[in-house]
């Protein structure tokens, strides 16, 4: 493990299993902790015995922490039809392959495997990864990596007043700017910089008094598919895991891994639900409003 000497990192060992080749460490930024897990699956180990000790150290991890990496070689082709237990084992614990290239390249064979996923939980803010080329003469494997947002910067969070234009009163609002006198507010203005500041004013004035409004929060970072109960969900699930952390009780225990669960299956429907709906729509919206297309298209690239 090569890193920074400036990044905050600590070794996490009583996260990793003696049954197994793995890893665990922990960065620290002002905004976040993220867990970073590195295994190697010899092809002489049981891939059921290796995969009930992951599911064990992830357990332990999400007990504390729900942003995680796991990456490494774990002697499992991710490009074919993996077992129904590995499938679960990923599912429940919220987490998903990032890479889809072959990263094994079988030089006798000809044939090709992904063996080196990066599986990460949603709550990890990626921006890129890729397979890295490396010379066959080296190694029969590709380098993978991955680029994420830690936190080093802000959060690109931001408080937005919105217009509620369905409960607006428009008689009143014709009625004020029937009376306003425009004429006097350009024409007595020194210069059009000051007119326009004028207009501008009385309008919004006008508006705020007939158009109700309300503060919204923009997340920028979000998922494109995250809702309003989604979020609510995810933060009774954060605070029954600082509950846990302060009883350690077997009750709360299991309150704060119901919740886990359930956000899980939450954050897989409203996915699978978006992208339904979207590619339903998509279409139409291309020939109704090409603005809202491109927003839409721009949001996926």
């Not at 614990?93 to 094994?104: A, Q, V």
Request: aromatic share 10%; charged share 30%.
């Amino acid at each position: 493990m090569y890193y920074k000497s400036l990044i905050n990192i600590i070794r996490r060992v009583d996260l990793e299993h003696d049954e197994v080749e793995s890893m665990w460490f922990e960065i620290k930024t002002k905004l976040r902790s993220i867990l970073i897990n590195i295994n190697y699956r010899s092809v002489r180990q049981s891939s059921v015995c290796f995969w009930q000790y992951f599911d064990m150290m992830l357990k332990r991890a999400l007990d504390e922490n729900n942003s995680i990496i796991c990456l490494g070689d774990l002697n499992k082709n991710f490009m074919s039809d993996i077992s129904s237990n590995i499938r679960d084992i990923i599912f429940i614990n919220g987490l998903i392959n990032i890479i889809d290239k072959p990263t094994h390249f079988d030089t006798r064979t000809g044939n090709t495997s992904l063996l080196d996923p990066i599986l990460v939980t949603d709550s990890i803010p990626v921006v890129d990864k890729d397979t890295i080329p490396i010379d066959r003469g080296i190694s029969d494997h590709d380098g993978t990596y991955v680029t994420i947002n830690c936190g080093f910067t802000s959060s690109r969070t931001y408080k937005r007043k919105i217009w509620d234009y369905k409960n607006g009163d428009f008689d009143l609002m014709n009625q004020k700017v029937l009376r306003t006198n425009w004429e006097h507010l350009i024409s007595d203005a020194s210069n059009i910089n000051v007119a326009c500041t004028n207009f501008t004013n009385s309008l919004l004035g006008i508006a705020s008094e007939c158009i109700p409004t309300r503060e919204v929060v923009v997340r920028c970072d979000d998922k494109i598919w995250y809702n309003s109960n989604l979020r609510r969900e995810m933060r009774k699930r954060d605070r029954f895991r600082k509950l846990f952390l302060r009883l350690k009780s077997s009750l709360a225990d299991l309150k704060f891994k119901q919740q886990r669960n359930k956000v899980n299956n939450m954050k897989k429907q409203a996915k699978k639900h978006f992208y339904a709906s979207l590619n339903e729509n998509l279409d139409e919206i291309k020939q109704a409003n090409p603005k809202q297309y491109w927003k839409i298209i721009n949001m996926h690239i």
